[in-house]
């Protein structure tokens, strides 16, 4: 008697189908984020972080496309003082650290602990590494003697704020700031237009969609 061969699952198919998705997802991933040291288990480290944390806001670090984004709206081979807010892990420190000149200073502040320590273990006597909050800038920059502030970069959410914290942040960031300095902010959301244009005198809005998620990078000059 002749045997039926098994039929294959349509559901076996289906779920070769995703398996292949996602692993050419995954693959695209690891592409985004080659360079930025987070292409490892680090991502996966990060995402643990964002769990605990909603504050963290995103759920990997920046993406190579993002930060040199942000890094060409900061043009920082000049900056002799910078203020980072938001800095978590450092990827965009240690980029900014690259290419800052070599007497210059940058005090990274970031509010969650995890994050905080893989930041302070960048060794550079050119980074103040601050576990704290960034609305506390004006007291930290007396502090720290950054009285010339040249740009001011953050990726801290906004959005999380309330309307007032977020307009004191912002008059507390163009008080720091030297006339002529900048303030670039990396956001998923464009709801810092109305607010920035209010504190600033010109702002120009940028969008990267390889980043996860996408972002708008706002630069604003005093
Ligand atoms: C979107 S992540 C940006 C991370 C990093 N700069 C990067 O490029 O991958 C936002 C970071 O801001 C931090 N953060 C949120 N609110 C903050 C605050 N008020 N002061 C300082 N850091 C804050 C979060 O813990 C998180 O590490």
Known sequence: ?????PQASPFRNLGRL???????GLN??????KDTRAADDKLFSYFRVFIDDKGVASVTPSSRYLIERVMKAMDVRNAHQVVEYGAAEGVMTRRILDRMPSNG?????????KLFKSLKCINDPR???YRG?????GALAKKFGLDKVDVVVSGI??????RDGRHELLSDTARVLRPGGRFVAYQVTTHLIHPLNEHFSRVKTEFEIRNIPPNFIFTAFK
Do not use: Y
């Not at 200073?105 to 602990?113: Q, S």
């Open 157 to 162: 959410p906004f959005a999380f704020l309330s």
């Open 127 to 129: 980074l103040i590494a």
């Open 1 to 5: 008697m002749k045997t039926k061969k």
């Open 133 to 137: 909050d960034a609305r506390d800038v």
């Open 18 to 24: 995703i398996e292949d998705h996602f692993k050419k």
């Open 28 to 33: 695209k991933v690891e592409e985004i984020f």
């Open 105 to 113: 200073r940058i005090l990274a502040i970031e509010l969650n602990e």
